[in-house]
């Protein structure tokens, strides 16, 4: 077991090492001379000569790789000029955003998506196996863009039950005092009624677009490995013990199909990263994902490739903590 | 002595992708109280589909037809789904073949055991952890306290066997099922095993119905033997009277394909090939192979009593 | 189901194909007494707010689509193969270092990779497919290095050897080929992402970008036009989309069926 953990604590090193190296990569190849960038539109050859060399670009790519490596140890992953602000802060200020939706759409997508997966694979060709049959093929080919307009389009406008996509809380409307950043739990702690409903309000439609376009892939992992896990040997053996049906299939079965699903969770983080962004752009909403992509617009280049190294940095320990839990779980592994 | 068990007339069959595959055709055994009985034959000859279907743990696309199966005055296939689990695991209990993956790999073995004894027999947990542990160390696994606090994947495949069948014996069942219980087994472990069977069931007077295709192994610890070819059951003895006198062709091919260590040395397959299942011969399965074929082979088999206890499905054979 | 997904991928292609000669409108050509109509018999699926026939701008977008999927699956399909083929055959060092690569990739959500070289490289349809490319090429590494490593050992493989022929000629003209049935089913499976990826990176600004139509970015032009009611032109994009990335993983898993049954779980 402390074999397990430790080489899996020992990998995430060199990972790390590899994430910083390709946005260092991505960072350098960036069209246009950073230093031109910094010295602004007024500075002459000579400034962004002296500029070039203050920021160490006529050094050779391994002595800039080691400074960018301290830069970012120091916390410094650049500056953006639309806002004026070092990148880190504006990313900090905005992950709580990100955070609020990707947590909201993670429990749609665990709420409906596992049990509607166990479900199919437990009255396999019944109604229920066949919509979820639906929902994985079907919502695996949607673009999640597309799934948010169609939201939008149908709550928004037609039905008119959905709010503006304009951000996190209705105009008119103070946010709660910031505890940690998420204006639901925020709202809760200060009993503050308005702001949680307008919170969940705006919430609402976000997170279902998004822990939709997640779900659909985690029901099919769960509907295979459930059905794989009722067809074992040890759930013959239980039936032929005469345990009852509530037993079999809703305690062992399905405490053993969780466990390989645990392993899916770290890719169920990484689409849901990946949809954030997207999410963010159709709802306007202000996480560090509308951020990078503002950024990008205004032609300030520096954001994004910092909140690529965020997202990767994210994803590595993510995936370290899910690969610890099931070291945890499954006492194959737990017990050597 | 009335029979424990007691399967008539058993026809199963299986829909698959290629057709219908006729499985059991008319198995017939008894099984009487506190006997050991081997059931034997070729792979493939219905022998773990019969045992399935006595537990009624078969499941679409697999179909009984007919037959009749009554256990302890029970019909077995006309009572209830509530009452069936009431059989299952408490009066009548299954070995089966792969000990390891018969056991769930995240469940401690002494709760997989405990858990059977708060099922069947409304003792309260920590009465039934305790009874776990018992059992466990009468089928002989030492540090019983410690082993049934581990998971399968610590145990060896022998001990994995002995942990089955204290599960299978902890509600003390009146028949014991053991399906292929030593396969995959050291061959000094499968001794130990067949012994520790022997011997819990001769103490708690359980019935064993042992499954096998090794007839050494039925040669030395059963009491009576059914002998089974392409889902048909073919002949019936005390063990002895089947060593000895043999009565239907099959059987006794069976016996002079044995390899022996003295003698000639010379082995003898069956001639021909097992016959398919999805357009099996009409009447008698073996009488495409057999020596003694006559025409009335090829309807339904009359059985006849060779000698007492000794029954034969066949048309030509005679007692000698 | 799966004849239902050829059809439609059939149309989609003879339709990109055939587009010049068969739609009677110019995509680009503006038509200012016709902007934002519903679709209709003169326009099928609408004009948008330049007059423009969405139809016609649909198939052409969905040209450019087909292609940046097909060239990105067929480079990260050639490089993954080679290094894949290379790190299973050999083993060793060059494993290691060839493994370590494809991991850094992997180590990011694809779609924030793509995002990032798609940044850094800039906005045309050669850069996109590159980016795409790139995030593509471990899905074909370790597919084809695990299939090395199978058969690898395998007696084939033995006897190729032992009548002499160089690794290189082993490798790739005796055991490759053997390879190719998970390799086209995943490649298959895989142009339906590369296609939602080009879409998702235009929808966001950061990949194939106007005047070149192109699914996404229809559809991010459509986005704007929810609260006035101008509901044809984001969802026909979007529904294009679907349609299509739907008739690749149909015919995916049908090919999967079909060629590899052992997969059936991955």
């Not at chain 3, 679907?242 to 059936?264: C, E, H, I, Q, Y």
Request: with cysteine.
């Amino acid at each position: 077991m402390f074999g397990y953990i430790g080489t899996r604590v020992l990998l995430v090193l060199p990972t790390l090492l590899g994430v910083t190296l390709v946005t260092f990569v991505l960072t350098y190849v960036l069209p246009g001379n950073p230093a031109l960038v910094k010295a602004g539109p007024l500075a002459t050859p000579e400034h962004i000569a002296e500029m070039e060399r203050r920021m160490g670009l006529d050094q050779p790519m391994a002595v800039q790789y080691w400074r960018y490596l301290r830069g970012l140890a120091h916390g410094d992953l650049g500056e953006s000029h639309t806002t004026g602000r070092p990148v880190l802060e504006d990313l900090l200020q905005r992950v709580p955003a990100t955070l609020e939706l990707t947590l909201a759409a993670l429990l749609v997508a665990l709420a409906v998506g596992i049990p509607l997966g166990v479900v199919a694979a437990v009255r396999r060709d019944g109604w229920l196996d066949h919509v979820s049959r639906l929902v994985g093929v079907g919502g695996v080919a949607m673009p999640t863009f597309w799934t948010g307009l169609l939201a939008l389009y149908v709550f928004f406008y037609a039905l008119g039950v959905a709010p503006p996509p304009l951000g996190r809380l209705a105009t008119g409307i103070t946010p709660p005092p910031r505890v940690t950043g998420l204006l639901t739990v925020d709202a809760v702690l200060a009993m503050d009624g308005r702001a949680l409903a307008s919170a969940l309000h705006q919430l609402v439609l976000p997170a279902l677009v998004l822990g939709f376009s997640v779900m659909a892939p985690l029901t099919r992992m769960v509907r295979a490995t459930m059905l794989e896990v009722l067809e074992s040997d040890y759930i013959k053996a239980a039936w032929a013990a005469g345990l009852p049906r509530r037993t079999v299939v809703y305690g062992d079965a399905l405490r053993n199909c969780m466990i390989p699903v645990i392993t899916l969770l770290g890719v169920v983080f990484g689409f849901l990263m990946a949809g954030n962004v997207v999410v963010e752009s159709v709802f306007s909403w202000p996480g560090i994902g509308n951020y990078a992509v503002a950024a990008m617009m205004s032609k300030d280049s520096g954001p994004i490739q910092s909140f690529v190294l965020f997202v990767g940095v994210v994803y590595v320990f993510v995936n370290l903590a899910v690969d610890l839990v099931y070291g945890l779980v499954d006492p194959r592994i737990r017990l050597r | 002595m009335t029979d424990l068990l007691a399967v008539r007339d058993l026809t199963v069959h299986f829909a698959t992708d290629e057709g219908i595959v006729q499985a059991l055709d008319g198995a017939s055994l008894r099984v009487g109280p506190g006997e050991v009985v081997g059931l034997v034959g070729e792979s493939g000859s219905g022998k773990s589909v019969t045992a399935l279907a006595i537990l009624r743990l078969l499941r679409p696309p697999a179909r009984v037809l007919g037959g009749r199966i009554e256990f302890d005055g029970l019909d077995l296939q006309a009572c209830s789904e509530e009452e069936m689990r009431a059989v299952r695991g408490a009066q009548i209990s299954m070995v089966f073949q792969s000990p390891r993956t018969s056991l769930n790999p995240v469940l401690p073995v002494g709760h997989q055991i405990a858990r059977l004894l708060v099922q069947h027999g409304a003792i309260r947990p920590r009465e039934a952890r305790a009874r776990a542990v018992e059992m466990l160390r009468e089928v002989g696994i030492g540090e019983p306290e410690r082993r049934a606090r581990q998971y399968a994947h610590q145990l060896s495949g022998g001990m994995c066997q002995r942990v089955m069948i204290a599960m299978a014996l902890a509600t003390n069942p009146r028949l014991l099922i053991a399906d292929e219980p030593t396969t995959g087994l050291d061959v000094s472990i499968a001794a130990q095993i067949l012994d520790l069977l022997g011997d819990l069931g001769r103490r708690t007077g359980a019935a064993i119905l042992l499954i096998t295709h090794d007839l050494g192994v039925v040669a030395r610890r059963c009491d009576r033997v059914v002998v089974m070819h392409a889902g048909q059951t073919v002949e019936w003895a005390p063990v002895r009277a089947l060593f000895h006198a043999p009565a239907h062709p099959y059987t006794r091919a069976l016996l002079r394909s044995i390899p022996r260590v003295v003698g000639t040395g010379e082995m003898e397959p069956i001639p021909g090939w097992v016959p398919s299942l999805l357009a099996p011969p009409p009447g008698c399965r073996f009488a495409p192979r057999c020596a003694l074929v006559r025409p009335e082979c090829r309807a339904p088999v009359p059985v006849r009593s060779v000698d007492g206890d000794h029954r034969v499905a066949c048309v030509a054979a005679e007692a000698s | 189901m799966s004849l239902a997904a050829l059809g439609v991928l059939a149309v989609v292609a003879l339709a990109a194909l055939a587009a010049p000669v068969l739609l009677p409108y110019d995509p680009d050509a503006p038509d200012a007494e016709r902007t934002l109509e519903a679709p209709g018999h003169r326009h099928w699926l609408g004009t948008d707010l330049y007059g423009r026939d969405q139809l016609t701008r649909l198939v052409y977008a969905g040209r450019v689509d087909l292609l940046v999927a097909i060239e990105a699956t067929a480079i990260a399909l050639s490089v993954g193969a080679v290094l894949g083929a290379v790190s299973g055959y050999r083993g060793g060092f060059i494993d290691q270092v060839l493994m370590r690569i494809i991991d850094t990739i992997q180590a990011f959500p694809s779609f924030i990779l793509a995002m990032g070289i798609a940044a850094a490289l800039g906005n045309s349809v050669t850069n996109i497919v590159i980016a795409i490319a790139i995030t593509h090429v471990p899905i074909y590494g370790r597919l084809i290095r695990g299939e090395m490593l199978r058969i690898r050992e395998t007696e084939y493989a033995e006897a190729a050897r032992t009548v002499g022929n160089r690794q290189r000629r082993i490798m790739f003209y005796h055991l490759l080929p053997n390879c190719f049935p998970p390799v086209v089913v995943q490649a298959t499976l895989a142009m339906g992402f590369a296609i939602l990826t080009v879409a998702a990176l235009s929808y966001i600004g950061l990949g194939i970008r106007p005047p070149t139509s192109e699914w996404g970015a229809m559809t991010a032009e459509g986005a704007s036009y929810i609260v006035s009611g101008e509901w044809w032109i984001f969802v026909f994009p979007g529904m294009a989309i679907m349609a299509t990335v739907l008739s690749f993983n149909l015919l995916g898993d049908a090919l999967r069926d079909v060629l590899d049954p052992r997969m059936k779980g991955v």
